[in-house]
C-alpha cells in the first residue's frame, strides 16, 4: 500500500489533467478499471495521434471473461467555448473464456460524452459478438450506460475536483440498475467511489502518464 501510495504521488508530480475518454492527447498512456461486485473491466491504451489509441481490454462478468486487443477512434469532437462533445468508436477481437472453453469474440462501442466545467453527460453502448457454434448457447453480451453528473464547486486546474453522478446501466435482458457516485480527480488522478440502489458497491479509478 505504501509503495502504491509513493507511486501515485510520483505519477502526480508530473501528471496532466485526466479524463474519461477512450483516446487521450498524443503519446499519453492511460490505465482505467470499473469495477463491481460480479464485474470488472480494465483498458490499457497509448494514444499514437490525438484521434486514435490502441490497447488491451480485459472485461470479466460472472464467469465468463473476454480478453481482446482494441483500437479506439475519435470520430468527431465539439469544442465549444465553455464545453467539449466527443463521440468515440472502438473495436477488437480476441478470446472469451466460459463454460470452461476458450473461443473467438468480436467487440464493437461508441461512447458520446458531452461535458463543461458544471455538468457532465455521457452515454455509451459496447457488445460483444461471440461465437455461438457448439453445444452452449451464447447470445451476444451487450451493454448500454447512461451518465448524467453536477460539479458542486469550480476547481482550478491545481485544486481537487468533485462531481456528483447518477448512472443507469442495462445488460442485455437484465433490469436497469442505477448507481450513484462521487467522482474525485486530481491532475492525472480520478477515482470514483460508488453505491448502487440495490446496494452494491462500485470502484473505478484512472490513471493517465
Do not use: C
Not at 478499471?33 to 470488472?40: C, E, L, V, W
Request: charged letters at 20%; proline letters at 3%.
Amino acid at each position: 500500500m505504501k509503495m502504491f501510495t509513493i507511486l501515485l504521488i510520483i505519477i502526480s508530480a508530473t501528471a496532466t489533467p485526466v479524463d474519461a475518454h477512450p483516446v487521450s492527447y498524443q503519446g499519453a498512456t492511460s490505465l482505467m478499471s470499473y469495477n463491481k461486485p460480479d464485474q470488472n473491466e480494465l483498458l490499457l491504451t497509448y494514444s499514437f495521434k490525438s484521434y486514435l489509441a490502441a490497447g488491451l481490454y480485459y472485461f470479466k462478468e460472472g464467469r465468463t471473461s473476454y480478453s481482446l486487443p482494441r483500437v479506439n477512434f475519435l470520430a468527431k469532437r465539439w469544442n465549444n467555448e465553455d464545453s467539449q462533445g466527443n463521440i468515440y468508436l472502438s473495436a477488437g477481437y480476441g478470446a472469451e473464456r466460459s463454460f470452461e472453453e476458450t473461443k473467438g469474440v468480436g467487440f464493437a462501442s461508441a461512447d458520446l460524452d458531452w461535458e463543461s466545467r458544471k455538468y457532465y453527460t455521457a452515454a455509451s453502448y459496447s457488445r460483444f459478438i461471440r461465437d455461438s457454434s457448439g453445444v452452449q448457447s451464447r447470445p451476444d453480451f451487450e451493454m448500454i450506460k447512461l451518465r448524467a453528473g453536477v460539479a458542486p464547486y469550480l476547481a482550478e486546474y491545481n485544486e481537487i475536483n468533485a462531481w456528483f453522478i447518477l448512472q443507469a446501466e442495462k445488460q442485455n435482458d437484465s433490469s436497469t440498475q442505477l448507481t450513484q457516485f462521487v467522482r474525485l480527480f486530481y491532475r492525472n488522478v480520478l477515482i470514483e467511489l460508488g453505491a448502487g440502489f440495490n446496494g452494491e458497491w462500485a470502484f473505478n479509478y484512472m490513471v493517465h502518464f
